[in-house]
């Protein structure tokens, strides 16, 4: 399964959810690949060691036709993870898809080789809505949205539930929402309580029951190359993605 973890808003705790639910699954033995679609290349920077000793990323493979991507891929930090990796360079890509009548499959066609190596393939994306972010949602079965927990929380849904049904009308009509993880959730505010009732109001059944607090383990592991399950396995951030990650399977199956 392909799922994409996406929301134009930034820092919203994509690319920590891309890392520890990717890294859980992995753990649980499944074989798992981690698409970092972003140019921040968060993602390629918190798994892998040393990623500037390769010269070509993800730009390489999808900025012309016919590439394999297997020559982007990478062992990470997680036994059992695959990484395919970004660079910066990634931010030049948008001129040469724009320029292509199919410049919105060349993700969909590069992973179709290769995915029935994986049994979860996950795509981290950058903080927008671009043709890259739309590339992934064309590859994905699902997407997860994670939403932070905040006041203006709900902010640009409308425009991310409109590509998803766009992208369901144009070009994968199979693509569904797996789930809406609530992210640097903190239980001791007021307006939190406010803000999660705002979110199930909008996407009732979809949000998780699991919801990711605010805690320091998470935002620390990726500067050590760890996910939360190694660097901290015992803590709350820890319990929580690997209980996300048990929901996932749980949806995946039905
Ligand atoms: N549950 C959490 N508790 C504490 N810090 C967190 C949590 N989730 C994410 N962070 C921190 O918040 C910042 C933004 O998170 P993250 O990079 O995962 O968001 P993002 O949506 O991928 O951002 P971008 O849109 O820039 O790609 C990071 O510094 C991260 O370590
Ligand atoms: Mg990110």
Redesign the pocket.
């Known amino acids: 399964m392909i799922i994409a973890i996406t ?1 134009q ?11 520890n639910v990717s890294a859980a699954m992995a753990l649980m033995g499944k074989n798992t690949l981690l698409v970092d679609t ?1 140019p ?1 290349a ?1 993602s390629t920077l918190a798994f892998v060691e040393n990623p500037l000793q390769y010269e070509e990323s993800l730009y390489n493979v999808l900025a012309s036709n016919n590439q394999d991507i297997k020559k982007i891929i990478v062992n990470s930090t997680v036994p059992g993870l695959d990484v395919a990796i970004s660079k910066i360079s990634m931010a030049k890509l948008e001129p040469s898809l724009l320029g292509d009548i199919d410049g919105h499959f060349r993700l969909k066609d590069v992973l179709e080789p290769i995915r029935g190596k994986y049994e979860y393939i996950i795509i ?1 994306t ?2 927008t809505l671009g043709i890259i972010t739309l590339n992934a949602l064309v590859a994905a079965d699902a997407v997860l949205i ?1 939403i932070q927990s905040s006041y203006l929380c709900l902010e640009g849904t409308d425009d991310l539930l409109e590509t998803i049904e766009k992208v369901k009308r144009v070009a994968n009509p199979e693509l569904q929402i797996i789930g809406v993880l609530v ?3 903190d239980k001791r505010t007021n307006i939190s309580k406010d803000v999660v009732e705002r979110i199930k109001g909008v996407f009732g059944k979809k949000v998780f029951r699991t919801m ?5 383990k ?2 620390e592991s ?1 500067a050590y190359r760890e996910s939360v399950f190694t660097f901290a396995p015992s803590s709350v ?1 820890a319990e929580q993605y690997r209980k996300v990650a048990r929901e996932i399977l749980r949806r995946a199956k039905n």
């Open positions: 929301n808003k930034g820092g919203v705790g994509k690319t920590t959810t891309a890392l972003d921040q968060n981290d950058a903080p994670p992210t640097l959730h990711i607090s605010k805690s320091v998470l935002e990726p951030g």
